[in-house]
């Protein structure tokens, strides 16, 4: 039986059916594993707009398969020379659109800088936090630098 939709009748009439499906254009063992921050770091700096890097604030995202595989980096927000807008909601869809099992965030300071702020660090929790609840942890949080990076977990602080 097929049901019929009058308007103001059925307040599921008006759901739109949303259909995921996936399909990997890279090879198992094309995919890079991440084992250490050197490792995201690497990945990261080479996928980085160079010109970008020493001009604005950006915020990326690495999605991790369940053996931390990089499944791909999406540039997430852009900002000015000393920040950027970042939506916990857009990263997220990101991450799980992509099916990733984890995330490694990553933020770049244009003046060199490697100190962490307590801004970054809020940020960090707030995300490590969300990615709990989504059974999707974070992994770490770089940032980095034309000259090196901080690694939030290195320093025990995820």
């Not at 103001?8 to 759901?15: A, D, I």
């Not at 659109?97 to 707030?126: C, F, Q, V, W």
């Amino acid at each position: 039986m097929r049901h019929v939709c009058k308007r103001g009748m059925n307040p599921l009439c008006h759901v739109r059916e949303i259909e995921l499906s996936y399909k990997s254009k890279n090879k198992p063992a094309d995919t890079p594993v991440v084992r250490s921050s050197g490792d995201a770091y690497k990945l990261f700096y080479e996928s980085w707009e160079k010109q970008k890097i020493e001009l604005q604030e950006q915020f990326r995202v690495m999605l991790l398969d369940r053996k931390n595989g990089c499944i791909g980096i999406a540039t997430v927000a852009t900002g000015g020379i000393s920040g950027c807008f970042v939506d916990l909601k857009i990263v997220f869809a990101m991450a799980l659109k992509g099916l990733a099992s984890s995330i490694i965030l990553a933020h770049n300071h244009p003046s060199g800088n490697k100190r962490m702020s307590e801004e970054d660090k809020r940020l960090t929790e707030r995300f490590a936090a969300a990615g709990k609840l989504l059974d999707m942890p974070v992994r770490d949080h770089l940032i980095v630098t034309t000259d090196g990076y901080a690694s939030f977990a290195d320093e025990g602080l995820l």
